[in-house]
């Protein structure tokens, strides 16, 4: 559960500063908040790490995290359309989720 937590959070930060990225070419005026925002993701992602099992485990769980906020993302904020691509990857990403979940 703790790791699950570390990934959400980890994974919005990323998202955010995505998204912030995405909406304005002008990147350089909002700096202020990408330093602290990388730093935050980084100790999250180190949290993350020792707070899974293993390191596959970390990273099936940030995957997901960041694909669903990602594609959130795109078609909320960013009034974008998602490729099937990435809603393949989504259900791929879910299907390792249920079966890290299931084989325990």
Do not use: K
């Not at 930060?13 to 990388?38: G, K, N």
């Not at 998602?82 to 791929?92: D, E, I, Q």
């Amino acid at each position: 559960m703790t790791a699950m937590i570390y990934a959400l959070g980890a994974a919005a930060s990323v998202t955010l500063c995505e998204t912030l990225f995405a909406a304005s070419p002008e990147y350089v005026s909002r700096l202020w908040l990408f330093a602290p925002l990388a730093v935050l993701t980084n100790w999250l992602i180190f949290r993350l790490v020792h707070a899974s099992p293993t390191l596959l485990d970390s990273l099936i769980l940030f995957s997901f995290g960041t694909m669903v906020l990602r594609i959130l993302s795109t078609l909320f904020i960013l009034r974008q359309t998602v490729t099937p691509g990435a809603w393949l990857g989504v259900a791929l990403i879910l299907a390792a989720n249920v079966a890290r979940a299931a084989w325990r």
